[in-house]
């Protein structure tokens, strides 16, 4: 059974990015447990092609995108146990 995704909100607006993972990090919460998700290099570079190379220009693709890659995040999300998810575009 899949749990609405209702009870999952984005109230902190932090991201970050990982280098040994080669990803952008951002936080979503149920209630009160945290659920970490990670959007690839690749991913954002299909967001934008001309982004250029480099953690700023990742975090920048993330920031104009970040209504589509919340929404991607909100379909990712089945609740249970799994506090991890990695969002693909």
Same mark, same amino acid.
């Given at each position: 059974?899949?749990?609405?995704? #209702?009870? @999952?909100?984005?109230? !902190? $607006?932090?991201?970050?990015?990982?280098?040994?993972?080669?990803?952008?990090? /951002?936080?979503?919460?149920?209630?009160?447990?945290?659920?970490?998700?990670?959007?690839?290099? #690749?991913? @954002?570079?299909?967001? !934008? $092609?001309?982004?250029?190379?480099?953690?700023?220009?990742?975090?920048?693709? /993330?920031?104009?995108?970040?209504?589509?890659?919340?929404?991607?995040?909100?379909?990712?999300?089945?609740?249970?146990?799994?506090?991890?998810?990695?969002?693909?575009?």
């Amino acid at each position: 059974m899949r749990k609405s995704t #209702e009870t @999952l909100s984005f109230p !902190n $607006p932090s991201r970050s990015y990982d280098s040994a993972r080669h990803c952008v990090c /951002f936080w979503g919460y149920d209630n009160s447990r945290e659920i970490s998700f990670l959007v690839d290099d #690749e991913s @954002l570079t299909k967001l !934008n $092609p001309d982004m250029g190379a480099g953690e700023t220009a990742l975090l920048a693709t /993330f920031d104009r995108n970040r209504e589509r890659i919340l929404g991607l995040a909100k379909s990712a999300y089945t609740g249970g146990p799994q506090n991890r998810y990695a969002i693909h575009v």
